[in-house]
């Protein structure tokens, strides 16, 4: 079955450092994977979007990539801060264009 | 921008009791309404989701049902919950055929 999976253990990191996220994804090829945040208790909130033909994309201390090769999505946050610590969720569009979230990972970043 | 309200924001239930869960949207109209429920430390699963009034797809078979009476009105239901019934559920809207923003969740515990 069509799978995203990202690592499960909390990623602990120092402020000012980046932050690199793994999404992976198997049996199947998205045509574009999304990036969400989200905080304990809340809904989850759209962070960036990038197809298949897209190697980089940026926006404001973020960074995702798309490796198709891979079959992987990095998502980086370049000089963390605490405000950034949240759990952050990967998403792939399937078949009849639904979305199928990964677990996420929880980001812990210390000052 | 839309904007997803959803209640209650907290709900415990007896085993066997009904559940009523609703969804009201601002801010756009005909959108693409969605229920998620969400499992402790877990990723997002899709319950049904409704491209319009009384169009309801089910995508995961259960005790729950959905209905759309309105065009920016969603109900989740069940008649009889499951202690499996709690978790974290959230409703959803599509943009522009990609983003997915989310309501601020129903937090349902079944006891």
């Known amino acids: 079955s069509q799978k995203i999976e990202q690592n499960s253990e909390a990623l602990n990191i120092q402020e000012g450092k980046t932050a690199t996220l793994t999404c992976n994804y198997t049996?199947?090829?998205?045509?574009?994977l999304q990036w969400y945040r989200q905080d304990p208790g809340r809904g989850p909130v759209f962070l960036l979007l990038i197809r298949e033909n897209e190697k980089e994309k940026r926006k404001e201390r973020l960074k995702v990539t798309f490796d198709t090769t891979l079959k992987q999505s990095l998502f980086h946050i370049t000089a963390s801060q605490p405000a950034d610590s949240a759990t952050y969720l990967c998403?792939?569009?399937?078949?009849?264009?639904?979305?199928?979230f990964g677990g996420g990972t929880r980001l812990m970043v210390k000052p | 921008s839309q904007t997803i309200h959803q209640w209650p924001a907290t709900l415990v239930q007896p085993v066997g009791s009904p559940l009523s869960l609703e969804c009201t949207v601002e801010g756009t109209s005909n959108p693409n309404l969605y229920w998620y429920r969400q499992a402790a430390g877990r990723g997002l699963q899709l319950l049904f989701y409704s491209v319009g009034i009384g169009q309801i797809s089910s995508e995961v078979p259960q005790n729950l049902s959905a209905s759309r009476p309105q065009d920016r009105q969603f109900i989740l239901s069940s008649k009889k919950l499951l202690l499996s019934d709690s978790g974290f559920y959230l409703c959803?809207?599509?943009?522009?055929?990609?983003?997915?923003?989310f309501g601020p969740g129903t937090r349902l515990t079944v006891t």
């Open positions: 959803g809207v599509r943009v522009n055929s990609y983003e997915q923003y």
């Open positions: 049996n199947y090829s998205p045509a574009y």
């Open positions: 998403a792939g569009n399937n078949a009849g264009n639904m979305l199928t």
